[in-house]
C-alpha cells in the first residue's frame, strides 16, 4: 500500500500496519474510539494493556500531554526521534481506552522516514502497538505481519526494521527516570544526555501504565526454556532448538553435536544489537520449523541492551 493510501484509510478510522524503525505497528487514529477499540478487537489485546501513541514533531506531544518539568523536557529533546517512550500526563484529547485508564499516556516520535511521513501528511496522532497477535513476537516485515493476519489488514511495507527491538519506555518521578520497559535506550544513554546526578532505575513493577509489562508477551508457539551459564544442554531431545551465540558454539562444539538440538545461531557477544535484532527472527524461523522447545542462551545483564535482550526472552516465558 503507498502512503497516500494509507493515510486515507487512517482518516476514515481504518487500521493500516506501518513500519517503524523498531517494529512493525498496527496503526490507528489516536483520537478516535472506534479506530482504538478495533485495534484491540484485531490483536486480542487485553483491554488494561496501554497503547504508545505516535506523534510527528515535539511540538505536537503538547497536544496530547502534558510537559511538566525540566528533565521531560531533556529527555524529550535529547532522544525524539529515536526508539524512546515517555510516559506523560495526558490531556483529553487522549481518551482512558488508549491508556487502560492511567491518567499518564505513552508518547512517541518515530524515527522510520515512512511512519514519519505519513504522521507529517496526515496531522494525525497514531496508536500503533506491534502488528502481532497479543502475545506473540513483534514483527520486523511484512512476511511476520502477514504470519499474524494474512491479508486481512493494510500494509505499507517499509522493509526491514533497524533495531527490532521494542523502544525503551521511561517516566520521570520526582528527580528520577524510571525504565518501564528497557530497550535500545539504555541507562548510559540517558546519564550521558541527562548527567550522573539523576538516578536511572529499572522498575520491576507489574503495571498497566506501561505497555509490555502485566503480560506474558513476544513469545512463539515453542515452549522457552532459559540455559543458564554452565547448564548443560538437553540429550537426544526431538523437536528443540538452541538459539546461541557464535562463542558458545566454538567452545561447546561436543556438548551441541550430542543435544540433537537444531542450531539458531543469534551472533556474537560482542555485537549485542545483532543479538537483539535476529530474536524475533528466530522465534518466528523455529515455529516455521516446528520446534516444540526453545532452549536460549541466558546473556550477561550488566549491559543495557543485553538487559533488554533478557527482559524480551523473561516476558516470553512467563
Known amino acids: 500500500m503507498k ?7 487512517l482518516e476514515q478510522w481504518n487500521i493500516v500496519v506501518i513500519p517503524t524503525e523498531t517494529v512493525y505497528g498496527l496503526a490507528a487514529d489516536a483520537t478516535n474510539i472506534s479506530a482504538i477499540k478495533n485495534i484491540f478487537i484485531t490483536k486480542n489485546r487485553p ?25 521531560e523536557k531533556t529527555l524529550i529533546e535529547k532522544f525524539m526521534p529515536w526508539p524512546f ?41 497514531l496508536a500503533a502497538p506491534s502488528a502481532n497477535i497479543s502475545g506473540k513476537p513483534s514483527p520486523t516485515n511484512i512476511t511476520m505481519v502477514e504470519q499474524n493476519f494474512g491479508d486481512s489488514v493494510a500494509v505499507v511495507d517499509g522493509g526491514r526494521c533497524a533495531v527490532w527491538i521494542e523502544s525503551t519506555v521511561v517516566q520521570v518521578q ?24 539523576v538516578p536511572v532505575i529499572y522498575s520491576n513493577e507489574k503495571n498497566n501504565i506501561s505497555p509490555g509489562i502485566k503480560y506474558k508477551h513476544y513469545a512463539p508457539k515453542a515452549q522457552i526454556h ?33 543435544s540433537n538440538c537444531r542450531i539458531y545461531r543469534r551472533g556474537s557477544h560482542a555485537n549485542l544489537l545483532e543479538c537483539a535484532q535476529k530474536l524475533y527472527d528466530l522465534y518466528y524461523q523455529a515455529d516455521k520449523d516446528g520446534i516444540l522447545h526453545i ?8 549491559n543495557g541492551v543485553a538487559y533488554a ?7 516470553s516465558l512467563e
Open 3 to 9: 502512503i497516500t493510501e494509507a493515510i486515507k484509510e
Open 47 to 71: 483491554q488494561d494493556n496501554p497503547l504508545i501513541v505516535h506523534v510527528w514533531h515535539k511540538k505536537d506531544i503538547n497536544t496530547y500531554a502534558k510537559i511538566q518539568s525540566d528533565l
Open 85 to 125: 517512550t515517555i510516559l506523560l500526563h495526558k490531556k483529553n484529547t487522549i481518551s482512558d481506552t488508549v491508556t487502560a485508564g492511567s491518567t499518564l499516556v505513552a508518547i512517541r516520535i518515530p524515527q522510520h522516514p515512512i511512519a514519519l511521513k505519513i504522521l507529517q501528511d496526515s496531522w494525525l496522532a
Open 174 to 197: 520526582w528527580d528520577s527516570v524510571i525504565i518501564h520497559r528497557p530497550g535500545f535506550i539504555t541507562p548510559t544513554d540517558i546519564h550521558l544526555a541527562i548527567g550522573k546526578d
Open 226 to 258: 532459559l540455559l543458564e551459564p554452565g547448564s548443560l544442554l538437553p540429550i537426544n531431545s526431538a523437536k528443540r532448538g538452541l538459539i546461541v551465540t557464535d562463542e558458545r558454539i566454538s567452545k561447546h562444539q561436543c556438548e551441541i553435536a550430542q
Open 295 to 302: 532452549y536460549i542462551e541466558s546473556l550477561p545483564e550488566e
Open 309 to 315: 535482550i533478557m527482559n524480551r526472552v523473561k516476558k
